[in-house]
């Protein structure tokens, strides 16, 4: 089964703590994992995907395949931070299969 | 200038009532797609068309079809709107499929709501 979980709906914090969203996956086979942004009523966007390894607005993930886990991080949370974050996995026919959304909500 | 876009990005109208969302990408992608999001923002891949061919249909009633007049174009046309089917619609397209496939860019969402 392919299959995304994001145990957490909503996770706060304060303005300068750190953040983990933590997300799960269930794919036989060599994973596609991202993760992406949704900030209030505007369109998703990518925020970073593991195969680029990259650091997006001062978040990172890895991808632990012993764990099937890629959890997204960030050291020092901003208000800027607030929104929804979806993380997703390459289905087998390209489409992308989110999980449910963690609502970040960062506060001053 | 936008990406991907839809119209319109609010609708709403009388259960019973037949309904169209138009997509539109101007990225030269080959691949598109129409997402679903409930009220608790659950997002779930309804349709995808790949060089105007559909290749994914989740189990989503008949009352939905959608149309690909060429690559560049994806439309959603709902009969018989139920109160279930309100939610916010996502066009989204990228490059390639199946394990192939790029980046997806999304649009900006139509709200519908059903009355």
């Known amino acids: 089964a392919q299959r995304v979980t994001q145990p957490e709906k909503l996770l706060s914090v304060f303005k300068g703590a750190p953040v983990e969203l933590k997300c799960n996956y269930s794919?036989?086979?060599?994973?596609?994992l991202f993760w992406y942004v949704q900030y209030s009523r505007q369109r998703l966007q990518l925020l970073l995907r593991?195969?680029s390894r990259e650091s997006i607005k001062g978040f990172t993930a890895d991808l632990n395949k012993g764990e099937t886990s890629f959890h997204l991080k960030k050291p020092f949370a901003q208000e800027e931070d607030s929104a929804m974050y979806y993380c997703?996995?390459?289905?087998?026919?390209?489409?992308?299969?989110f999980g449910k959304g963690t609502k970040l909500s960062v506060k001053p | 200038d936008t990406a991907v876009s839809q119209t319109p990005k609010y609708l709403v109208t009388q259960m019973g009532n037949d309904k169209s969302i138009k997509c539109e990408q101007n990225?030269?992608?080959?691949?598109m797609y129409w997402y679903k999001q409930d009220s608790k923002k659950f997002l779930k891949i309804m349709f995808s068309?790949?060089?105007?061919?559909?290749?994914i249909n989740e189990t989503v009633p008949n009352r939905f079809s959608p149309k690909s007049p060429d690559k560049a174009h994806l439309n959603l046309h709902i009969n018989s709107l139920e109160l279930g089917d309100s939610a916010v619609y996502f066009c989204?397209?990228?490059?390639?499929?199946?394990?192939?496939?790029?980046?997806?860019?999304f649009g900006e969402g139509s709200r519908l709501t059903v009355l």
């Open positions: 989204a397209s990228s490059q390639g499929w199946g394990r192939n496939t790029g980046e997806l860019f």
């Open positions: 794919y036989s086979g060599s994973p596609e």
């Open positions: 593991h195969i």
């Open positions: 997703a996995l390459r289905g087998s026919q390209g489409n992308l299969i």
């Open positions: 990225l030269g992608h080959d691949t």
């Open positions: 068309y790949n060089n105007k061919e559909l290749i």
